[in-house]
Each structure stands twice: as structure tokens, then as C-alpha cells.
């Protein structure tokens, strides 16, 4: 296929695969003579050859271009009346009606009283400075980010055991030679489809073992001898990780020599998983034995031949023990002696499509650029310098997302709030209370291009720009950074989130410097990162252009890190730390399986993103899967009376959930699937707990008691 | 508020004491607990219910440690191995140990757990008091010792006699014969684990254990050992002798008869004990407020003759489990972290670990389908040529007991609803059903079904584009978008265009 001239190279907007592609302005497309798509003239997209997709889209890369020109764009900033009817006002005039909001927040109730939530789609550009607006232009520590829902058990587990959080220490085409992979709570044929090509040496050895309450399109790829597939009850994950370190132990797995050389720890995890025998794990996971004892079989051998992966994802993450379950799958990966070798070792898949940049330049509460800690004091003193202040400016930490939000409207709590590339109304446990604050503010800003459920609660809406109209920088799944390019023209009245920091930074007389040239503010993120852990001094605008590969960390003068820890992990001694983790009964916990309750487990579909603010605007998507389904086995769905596509009540303390159910046999009997794509009765949110995770923050998604009943017909 | 440490003793350092240790750490280390635990072997507490893996090899000693002496030690737990407590002396809150040290307590915990069950054969000595050791090529399997026994046995390829169909014979029978002994299982009664399952599932295991190539003896009445001169001129034992028929010759005997409460210092200090120490549901002996017991020792029965927990206590339950949960407990208890009483166990589940062999059971299960048992329902699956058994009881739909043999995943769900006590789905056979094929391969022949899902591309689109001429995967995928995410179906693209351009 010849490309056009005016055809740009970019990556797709949605999850962290970050597929490579090719969007093409309208006028000049070629014609698609029998593509599926609507007739109506947009840009087209084309799969582009690159080590992650290998041309693959899935779906919603395909249609991806619909948005560009959807008619429900938001063009012009919208300010809410007194009717609560949002209405256009110039720029300068939303502009000088935050600056103003700003300081009048600060001036009765502090600083902290100003917030600010971003997102993990953010480009890195917009993430770092977002941090930096946040706190030197609004002076405030009260930053977080939709983030804290993705990643952050894994990097905290990751942090503790590597000493550096990169989710694929490796590049993704590592995986293909692979014997063995052990993917824990992840379905990526429905997440990331393209993916599933690096699954295919292990399904040929037989080798892919798949975790989850669902037999789920990722879990058919183990069929017909390709792997096995492990069904779990919710929130048993640790148990049978621990079951599983236990086997590898006992039966003779365990990598002594690496154990010995790489790591610390051992002894007191040998001693702490000596109590979860193989039975044991069984009669708390229902999991058999057999295949518990299968599992570590495959990937010991895996190890010793083509080599063995230990993959985790939301599913076992999304815990108030998730980071000590991610823990526990390190733990396993150690013991086996994966990480850190050429062609074995564990990763977690990151979601969002800048889950891994989002997370290291300073939009965490705890966090300055670098990955560095906000509360190290020579951290502070080297990014103060960069940004030309004294550390005594830069706040502290600020608190995590569950908790930000949760103080919203509240006394001490937030008053006035940005909201960036985040739709939490929809997204954020405990939907009905997040909107609650929402409602409780002073005010409320948030930039979006469309009126998300989130943007519909907001006092003023700023339109900024898409994916295919900016430039910047995106860092994907595998830690490898990528050029995000502008195809096309954005609307007119549409603003880039640079453009508004610096703008709004001006006005509120802010110290150091705001770009709105993402060049310019890459340039400052590369010094402000020098000498983090995640280092991206090295990399520039023209090394991305030629197409080099670039793995952080990259210091200036380096190559990058395509592997990380082949030679030492990067805790001080250079050894990788094993900490002994058990479960324990946390009473904030919804305790499952009481009476006549279901467990729920909430998760994506491979038509939809995130809260479905953009995917339910694309009219292919949306008529694919237009409404919320709750997955139930016909057994459980029997003895309630509820047909197949009959209309139920998800229901427990915190809300109810209204909408089709939908008979399978691909789930547990005690388990019921819902999708948190959608918003209003169908908001799986309004059903998940603000309970959270005590070192990462992350809230309980994956384990909520509800009851199912059958909503009369009339 | 004084800052006087409380100092708490634990008698006994086998896995229960080592859980209440652990939990006790942090109070150890903030200096609110001053934390004595005494253990009779030299060897810190280690998984006992692993010690047949042990024994046949399957696992290594270092593997099975739950503790670490010298960690305790440096934490600042006083740890006393290779000795035990002679007497407790309760008026002056002291306990007096076998190596003549003398150690006060505020509060002392019992953990001393239980010993083998040594039968009345002519030729051992059934004494529970006796600290003499038994015969060699005799052994209980209780500690590393007696895993060297077996470990010894099974390297040599020995013939092992297990006498006792109980649970923890069977397992150790079963993982001498699959790591190459050659074992005899000898028990009375019709049939083996006779306390946990039913005679239909009798038969099925009995089945399963012969053809793993153990030799199953039942009814059996023995009556004594018969000890012969070795190589080295010692007396060790060389058959297990039967009132009636042959002696069943053999090189080790294992002992699998039950274990006995080791109360013995309890009752001597003139506490209350049945089978095993008295306590109420705080684990506090009947009459001593600073004296508790928990684990295999523990029997938990209450002053309050109404008590309907404790109406059918008739001994420790000898679980590992509920062992674990009293010991979290009663360590949050003694630091006053905790106010609620310890909840009562549910029954146990009983669960074989073997490989190859699945078992599992609790509950009411010897009553039959056609039985008139009030309120009882059995609803029962058993196809003895292949070795798979299933029973269920319920009472008002909700489980009441259970038997899987030979059906893995059946027996992991049922042991699931049991322990929460739910409610079996009415189709109790959808329960057996988990162990067949994990899919339904019949696939349905619907042009409309989704071939490629990451496209969302159905078959009769793929079909129409082979039609007008595509006629491989690549040119259908250009034209359909099928086949451009995962790859997953490529195979089946494949086969749609052949199909359409084969001879018709």
C-alpha cells in the first residue's frame, strides 16, 4: 500500500499498547471500497508496522478517527449559568474567571484548598507540566491522578522488590520466544488485541496459563492443549500465589543459584509460603491442585528452556491487597529465578495509553519529575533548580486519589479542582459520592473535548485538543517512548493543556517558566528527569523521529535500556528484595459470599475504553455493544429467575446498578461480570468501594458483594 | 498505666505456637510483651502436616520451616529448644522446665499439641507417658526424626506397612508407593477414611489405591509386631502380625492411628481437661483466667451448659486451620487489640493430599438417597470403572456434606459451597459437569457469528468479501479489516476462503 504524502505517523490515543499507525486527512483518503465504516468523509486510519502490533488494530483503533470531527465536540470554553445550562464564553474571559476562582480559594481557605486530578492519557509533555502547575502555579500539594486506579499496586510492588517501577522491564517482542507466560487478572484479547501476537511461541508450547473468575476471551487462547486456565474465586489471587511459590518451592523449582546471587529475602518468603500448601490453596481459590502444580511445572521448564513470563494486570492488582498480590507474583517470579534474565522475567501491562509516563513525571501526589520522591530532599533541590525556584516553594505530598477525591467540598477539603483527561464520575469507586463532591465544590474546571458525565458537573469546560491535533510524547507499556504527531488541524476554539497552563501561570503570576510549546517543556522534563530513575535526558524530539528505539532509563550520552537488570536490580546492593506477604482479613473489605450475594468483578470490553466517553461517541462501537450486560452463569441466574437479556437490579449499600443480563457459562457461578464502560444506572462504579489499598492507595474494583435480582417486566 | 511488659509463656513451639509468635512480634518488639516460647524437639517449628512429603522426598526440611530461632532471638522472643515444662505451678504463676530453670508468667499459653496414638500391640509399649522410644523400623510420622525413617525406607525401595486407614496414613501411603516403596495399608473396618466418607466412596478410593499399587488389607485385627535381627544383629521390625491370616512382612511399619492431646502438665497443675484442655471461647482454661490453651491440645467447651457450640465438643478439632485462626486470635486477645469472642468453626473439610488421588469430603455423608432421613436430600453420581464417586447432602438446599472422589474440580466447588455454607444450584448435576471438557466445541453454524471479535467482523462479511474475490487472508483482511488485531483468527479466515473457492 503506497502512503499518501499528507499521511502522519502517530499511535493510537487508546490503551498502552500504544499501536502504530497512519492517519490520513480526509480529502485525499483513499477510497475504502468495502471497509466497514461509515460513508461520512474523516480522516482514515492504517495500521503501521512496528515491533508492538505488527500492523494489528483492534477496533477501536480503526474508528478512532471518528471523534475528530464528532458533531458533539465541545469548540469553545462553556460556562455554567445560574440554570445550570453551560453556555460559550471567550477564552480571556474563562481564562481570567479561573486565575480570579483561584485566588480567592487560596486567599480563605490556603492553597491546598485548590486541586488538581489528571490522567494517565495525558502525553508526557502535559503530564510533567501538569505537576509543575499544580504545584508552582497554584502552590498546592493536592495533586493525583486517575492513575492511582491503573498502576499503582504493581509500581509500588515493583518499586519495593526492583527498586524501579518500568511495567515490561523488556521489550514486548521478548515474549514471543517464550515457553511459558502466566497471565494474572489480564485479558488482553479484549484490552489490547494486537497483543496477543506475542502469546503465540508460548501457546504453541503449550505453555500460556491464564488467571481469571472468567473464562474470558484471553482464557479461550489456552484451549486445544495451547495452556491452561486457572478460575479463581475473587480475591483469592494471593492465595494462590502463594500456593504457587509454595510448589515451586517444595518441588524442587526454585532457582537456588539466582535466588543466592540476585536476591534478599528468601528465607523469611520460603518460611511465610511453607503454610500454603497445594490443598490448602485449593479448598480458599478453588483452584485443583493438578493445575496449580501444572502451572509452576510450565514455567519452571519454560525457564530452563525458550523462557518463562509472569504477567499481571488489573485484575489481581485492582485489590485492597493489590500490591502485596503483585508482591506475591514477584515473589513467585524471584523464586523461579525469571527477573532480570535475557529472556525471562515478570512485567505488569500497563492500561492507559500513558499509564507508564503518567505515572513518572510528577502528576503522583508523592512524586516530582524522574520518578523521583517528592519528600527526598535532594530530589526537591535538583528539580527546584530546573525550574529555577527554591525547594522551599515545591509542596509536599499531597494525597492520593481515593482520598482527594473523597475530600472534595469537604472542611480542610478541596474547593476549587481541575480535572484533566479524567472522567471520574463515571470512573472512580463509589460513583454516587465522587459525585457528590463534585457537587460540593466551588467550583469546578475541567478540560475535556467532550461533555463527559464529569464535564456535565463542571462550572466551566475548557475544549482542549485530540490525539491526532498535538504533538508530544507518549511512553508505552514497555517503557519505550513514542512520538505522538499532529495530522490534522484542530477545531477552531480548541486549546492545547499547555497553552492553558502557561496561560493561567501567567495570569496567577507563577514562578519559573510555562511553555505551551511541547518541544520546549520536553526539553525541561528531560532535565527535570536527569538522574531519576525513570532518566530521559538522552532522548529528544529527532532521536524519536529516526525511529531509534528509546527505553528509559536514557541518560544523555547512553543508548537506553531496552532490558533493565541483567546486570543488578536497582536497589542499592543490586539485589532484588523478596517480602513475605499474607492475606489478611481487611474489614473494610466487602466479605463475599454471604447469604445470597454474588461476587462482582468489574472489567473492559473490547469495543469500549476507559469510561466510555469517547468510545460510546463512536456510532460502530456504540452499536456493537450500545448498553451495559451483566455477565451471570444460568445457574446463579436460575434460582433468581432471571432470563437471558431479561432486565436485573445489581444492588448493595453503596448503589444499584439497572440493565440487561446475560446468561454464560464462562463465569463462575458465585461471580457476575459487569463492564465500567458506562455511566448513569449502568455505572459499575457506583457499586465498587472506596476502600483502599494501604501502600498504594488503590481502591477495591475487583471484589464487590452485590445482589442480582430479576427487575419485573412492566 | 504502667509500662511493665506482660509476660507471656507459650508451652510448646510446634506451628500453632509459631503463628501466635509471629502475630505477637510487634508487641514483642514495641516492649509490650515479653514473649517465652519452649519447644521439646531442638528444631524451630516447621509444617508438621508436611512431614510425609518429607518423609518420601518430596520436600526438603529447610522448606517446611515456618520459624527462625535466631530471628526470634534478635527480634527479642526468650526461645527454649530441646527442653520441656515438668510443672506448672499455678499459685505462684511459674512453670518449672526439664533443664531446672524456673520461669514466671502473667499469662501461659498451651500449645503442646498432641502425640501419636501407640496401638495395643503385643510388642510396643502403648503407655502415652512412656518416653521410650519405640522399636526400630517403627514409627508414628510425626516429627523430622520419624521423616528420616521413612525418607530411609523409601530410598531403599522398602516394603512399608502403614497400619490405620486414617487421613494421614493414607497420604503417607500413597507418597511412599509414588516415590517407590512398596506399601501395604492395613485397617480395620470395611474401609479406608471410614470417619469421612461412605461405603460407595469406600469402594471407588479403595479402587484408586490398588491401582496406584498399594495392597489394601481391610477388616484387618493385628495384634502385634514381630521384630527380627537385622544385619546388625539389632531387633527391628519385620512383620505386623494378624489374629487371623498371614503376617504382613514388612521393613518400616508406620503408625497412623490417631493422635492423643498432650495435657498432661495441665492436668497435673489440676486444670480441667477431656480428651484435651478445657477452655471457654476465649481459649481460657475453665478456672484459671491467666492460663489458655489453643491448637491440637485445646478443647474448646464452655461453663455454660446451654452452649450449643460446645454441646457436641468431644475433643480438638486436630486441624491445622482452626489451630492457625485461634492463635491470631488469642494473640490479639492478650494484647487488647481485640474484643470480640473467637467465632466457632465450622466443620471441617476433609481433604486427601495425594497426587492423583482426589478426596474430599465433609459433613453428613453416610446417608443414601432413599434413606428416610428428615430434612436430608442425597443427591449421588458414581461410576466405579472410572473411579469417580460424588455425593451430596443438603438440608433446605443448603449443603450439609459432601463426598468427591476422583473429580477435581467438582471437589474444589463443593468444598467452596460448603464452607460457605451456600446453596447448591438446583441441577445438582451441573456440579458434576465442571470436570468435563472445559468448552463446548460443538460450534454453532450461524453466518451472522462474530469470526473475527477485535474487528467485530461476522462470518458473512468474510464470506461476501471472498465472494468478490479475495482469496487470501491478507486481501480479506484489507478488505473486512478481519484478522488485523489479534491474528487470532486466521486459521478460520483461512478456512471460510477455501471452503469458498473449493470445488463444489
Redesign the interface.
Given at each position: 500500500m503506497t502512503v499518501p504524502s499528507n499521511a502522519t505517523d502517530t499511535h493510537c490515543p487508546y490503551c498502552a499498547l500504544q499501536c502504530a499507525m497512519t492517519v490520513t486527512p480526509a480529502a485525499t483518503g483513499p477510497a475504502r471500497a468495502g471497509a466497514p465504516t461509515p460513508a461520512t468523509p474523516g480522516p482514515v486510519i492504517t495500521g503501521r508496522d512496528f515491533p508492538t502490533n505488527r500492523g494489528g488494530l483492534c477496533r477501536k483503533g480503526w474508528t478512532a478517527a471518528a471523534l475528530l470531527g464528532h458533531p458533539e465536540r465541545v469548540t469553545t470554553p462553556l460556562l455554567r449559568g445560574r440554570d445550570g445550562i453551560h453556555r460559550p464564553v471567550p477564552w480571556t474571559l474563562a481564562l481570567d474567571l479561573i486565575a480570579d476562582q483561584v485566588q480567592r480559594t487560596r486567599a480563605s481557605h490556603g492553597p491546598d484548598a485548590v486541586g488538581v486530578f489528571g490522567g494517565g492519557g495525558l502525553t508526557n509533555e502535559k503530564a510533567y507540566q501538569l505537576g509543575k502547575f499544580a504545584r508552582l502555579a497554584l502552590g498546592t500539594s493536592r495533586i493525583d491522578y486517575n492513575g492511582r486506579f491503573c498502576m499503582s499496586s504493581a509500581a509500588a510492588a515493583g518499586n519495593r522488590a526492583f527498586g524501579l517501577d518500568r511495567g515490561l522491564p523488556f521489550p514486548l517482542e521478548d515474549l514471543d520466544r517464550a515457553d511459558a507466560v502466566l497471565l494474572l487478572g489480564s485479558n488482553v484479547a479484549e484490552t489490547m488485541p494486537p497483543f496477543i501476537q506475542h502469546l503465540q511461541g508460548a501457546r504453541a508450547a503449550g505453555g500460556l496459563v491464564v488467571v481469571d473468575p472468567r473464562r474470558t476471551a484471553t482464557a479461550d487462547f489456552t484451549a486445544d492443549g495451547a495452556g491452561l486456565h486457572l478460575a479463581p474465586v475473587p480475591a483469592t489471587d494471593l492465595v494462590l500465589l502463594l500456593g504457587l511459590s509454595h510448589i515451586a518451592i517444595h518441588d524442587g523449582f526454585a532457582d537456588a543459584g539466582f535466588v543466592a546471587s540476585r536476591t534478599a529475602g528468601y528465607q523469611a518468603v520460603a518460611r511465610s509460603v511453607a503454610q500454603w500448601w497445594p490443598e490448602r490453596v485449593q479448598s480458599i481459590t478453588g483452584v485443583p491442585v493438578h493445575l496449580l502444580r501444572e502451572t509452576v511445572r510450565l514455567l519452571a521448564q519454560g525457564a530452563r528452556g525458550g523462557g518463562s513470563y509472569i504477567l499481571t494486570g488489573r485484575g489481581v492488582e485492582q485489590h485492597v491487597d493489590g500490591t502485596d498480590t503483585a508482591t506475591a507474583a514477584i515473589n513467585l517470579a524471584l523464586i523461579l529465578g525469571l527477573p532480570g534474565s535475557a529472556n525471562s522475567g515478570y512485567g505488569t501491562l500497563t492500561g492507559q495509553g500513558n499509564g507508564q509516563g503518567g505515572r513518572e513525571h510528577g502528576q503522583k501526589a508523592d512524586q516530582l519529575p524522574g520518578y523521583r520522591k517528592i519528600t527526598d530532599p535532594a530530589a526537591r533541590k535538583h528539580v527546584a533548580k530546573v525550574w529555577g525556584v527554591d525547594p522551599a516553594l515545591i509542596p509536599g505530598p499531597g494525597l492520593p486519589a481515593v482520598e482527594l477525591l473523597a475530600s472534595l467540598g469537604k472542611p480542610n477539603g478541596v474547593r476549587t479542582f481541575f480535572i484533566h483527561g479524567a472522567n471520574v464520575a463515571v470512573s472512580a469507586p463509589n460513583a454516587s459520592q465522587v459525585l457528590k463532591g463534585l457537587r460540593a465544590l466551588d467550583f469546578l474546571v475541567v478540560c475535556d473535548f467532550f461533555m463527559s458525565e464529569t464535564a456535565q458537573e463542571a462550572d466551566l469546560v475548557l475544549p482542549v485538543l485530540q490525539w491526532a491535533e498535538e504533538e508530544g510524547t507518549m511512553t508505552n507499556l514497555e517503557g519505550r517512548v513514542l512520538r505522538r504527531r499532529a495530522a490534522l488541524t484542530p477545531p477552531l476554539g480548541a486549546r492545547s493543556e499547555l497553552w492553558i497552563m502557561a496561560e493561567l501561570a501567567c495570569r496567577l503570576n507563577a514562578p519559573s517558566v510555562f511553555s505551551a510549546d511541547p518541544e520546549t517543556v520536553f526539553t525541561e522534563l528531560r532535565a527535570a528527569s536527569a538522574g531519576g530513575l525513570a532518566d530521559y535526558s538522552g532522548i529528544d524530539y529527532a532521536l524519536l523521529d529516526s525511529g531509534e528505539p528509546a527505553y528509559w532509563p536514557y541518560p544523555a550520552g547512553s543508548t537506553g535500556t531496552p532490558r533493565l537488570f541483567l546486570d543488578a536490580f536497582a536497589h542499592p546492593d543490586g539485589r532484588a528484595v523478596l517480602t513475605p506477604v499474607s492475606p489478611s482479613a481487611d474489614p473494610a473489605r466487602d466479605p463475599l459470599f454471604t447469604g445470597a450475594t454474588l461476587a462482582l468483578v468489574t472489567g473492559r470490553l473490547l469495543e469500549h475504553y476507559q469510561s466510555g466517553a469517547q468510545t460510546r461517541r463512536v456510532a460502530e462501537l456504540a452499536g456493537a455493544v450500545p448498553r451495559a450486560q451483566l455477565l451471570i452463569h444460568p445457574l446463579a441466574a436460575a434460582s433468581r429467575g432471571i432470563s437471558d437479556g431479561g432486565m436485573v437490579t445489581v444492588a448493595n449499600t453503596r448503589g444499584t446498578v439497572r440493565c440487561q443480563a446475560k446468561h454464560s457459562t464462562a463465569i463462575r457461578s458465585d461471580t457476575v461480570f459487569l463492564p465500567f464502560h458506562f455511566a448513569q444506572d449502568e455505572n459499575a462504579n457506583l457499586l465498587t468501594s472506596q476502600a483502599i489499598d494501604p501502600i498504594s492507595g488503590m481502591p477495591e474494583f475487583k471484589a464487590s458483594a452485590v445482589t442480582v435480582t430479576a427487575l419485573s417486566q412492566n | 498505666m504502667t509500662n511493665t511488659p506482660l509476660h507471656i509463656v507459650v508451652v510448646g513451639y510446634g506451628?500453632v505456637a509459631a503463628r501466635f509468635v509471629d502475630q505477637l512480634l510487634p508487641a514483642v518488639r514495641s516492649g509490650a510483651v515479653a514473649l517465652t516460647v519452649i519447644g521439646e524437639e531442638s528444631a524451630a517449628a516447621?509444617?508438621r502436616?508436611?512431614v510425609a512429603?518429607l518423609g518420601v522426598g518430596?520436600?526438603?526440611a529447610?522448606?517446611?520451616?515456618?520459624?527462625?530461632a535466631a530471628?526470634l532471638v534478635a527480634a527479642g522472643v526468650n526461645v527454649h529448644l530441646g527442653t520441656r515444662v515438668l510443672r506448672l505451678d499455678r499459685a505462684r504463676q511459674q512453670v518449672r522446665l526439664a533443664d531446672g530453670t524456673s520461669l514466671r508468667y502473667s499469662k501461659l499459653v498451651f500449645a503442646t499439641g498432641a502425640r501419636p496414638v501407640v496401638p495395643p500391640l503385643h510388642g510396643l509399649n502403648p503407655d502415652p507417658a512412656a518416653r521410650v522410644a519405640l522399636p526400630r523400623g517403627v514409627t508414628a510420622l510425626r516429627d523430622l526424626a520419624d521423616a528420616a525413617q521413612l525418607s530411609d525406607a523409601v530410598d531403599r525401595k522398602a516394603k512399608v506397612v502403614v497400619l490405620g486407614g486414617g487421613i494421614l496414613g493414607l497420604e503417607a501411603a500413597l507418597a511412599a508407593q509414588d516415590e517407590g516403596a512398596s506399601v501395604t495399608v492395613v485397617h480395620h473396618g470395611t474401609h479406608a477414611l471410614a470417619r469421612s466418607i461412605d461405603a460407595g466412596a469406600g469402594h471407588t478410593l479403595a479402587a484408586a489405591l490398588r491401582s496406584s499399587g498399594i495392597t489394601v488389607i481391610s477388616n484387618a485385627r493385628s495384634v502385634g509386631v514381630q521384630l527380627s535381627p537385622g544385619h546388625d544383629g539389632e531387633l527391628r521390625f519385620s512383620a505386623l502380625l494378624q489374629e487371623s491370616g498371614a503376617p504382613v512382612e514388612g521393613d518400616l511399619l508406620v503408625l497412623s492411628c490417631g493422635v492423643r492431646p498432650r495435657v498432661e502438665v495441665a492436668a497435673g497443675a489440676g486444670l480441667a481437661t477431656d480428651r484435651g484442655i478445657l477452655v471457654d471461647h476465649r481459649l481460657a482454661a475453665l478456672h484459671d483466667p491467666n492460663v489458655f490453651a489453643m491448637g491440637d491440645c485445646a478443647q474448646v467447651r464452655c461453663l455454660d451448659s446451654d452452649c450449643a457450640d460446645c454441646a457436641a465438643s468431644d475433643g480438638p478439632l486436630g486441624l491445622i486451620?482452626p489451630g492457625?485462626r485461634q492463635a491470631e486470635w488469642l494473640a490479639d486477645f492478650l494484647t487488647g487489640s481485640l474484643a470480640v469472642p473467637l467465632p466457632a468453626e465450622r466443620a471441617p473439610?476433609m481433604?486427601?493430599?495425594a497426587?492423583g488421588v482426589?478426596v474430599a469430603a465433609a459433613g453428613e455423608v453416610q446417608a443414601g438417597p432413599f434413606d428416610p432421613v428428615p430434612g436430608l436430600s442425597v443427591s449421588q453420581w458414581a461410576d466405579p470403572e472410572h473411579g469417580k464417586y460424588v455425593k451430596m447432602s443438603t438440608r433446605d438446599g443448603v449443603l450439609a456434606g459432601f463426598i468427591s472422589v476422583g473429580m477435581?474440580?467438582t471437589?474444589?466447588?463443593l468444598?467452596?459451597l460448603f464452607?460457605?455454607g451456600?446453596?447448591l444450584?438446583?441441577?445438582r448435576s451441573?456440579l458434576l459437569r465442571l470436570d468435563g471438557p472445559?468448552?463446548?466445541t460443538a460450534a454453532t453454524a450461524d453466518p451472522a457469528r462474530t469470526v473475527c471479535?477485535?474487528?467485530?467482523?461476522a462470518e458473512e462479511?468474510i464470506t461476501a468479501?471472498a465472494a468478490?474475490g479475495c482469496s487470501t487472508v491478507a486481501e480479506v483482511s484489507a478488505?473486512?479489516?478481519a484478522g488485523?488485531?489479534?491474528?487470532?483468527c486466521h486459521g478460520e479466515l483461512k478456512e471460510l476462503i477455501e471452503k469458498h473457492f473449493a470445488p463444489a
Open positions: - | 506451628p516447621y509444617n502436616v508436611l512429603d518430596r520436600t526438603t529447610a522448606a517446611i520451616a515456618l520459624s527462625d530471628e486451620g492457625w473439610v481433604m486427601l493430599k497426587r482426589d477435581p474440580r471437589g474444589a466447588e468444598t467452596l464452607e460457605r451456600s446453596e444450584p438446583a441441577d451441573a472445559d468448552r463446548d471479535r477485535c474487528a467485530g467482523v462479511t468479501a468478490r478488505v473486512t479489516r488485523t488485531g489479534c491474528g487470532g
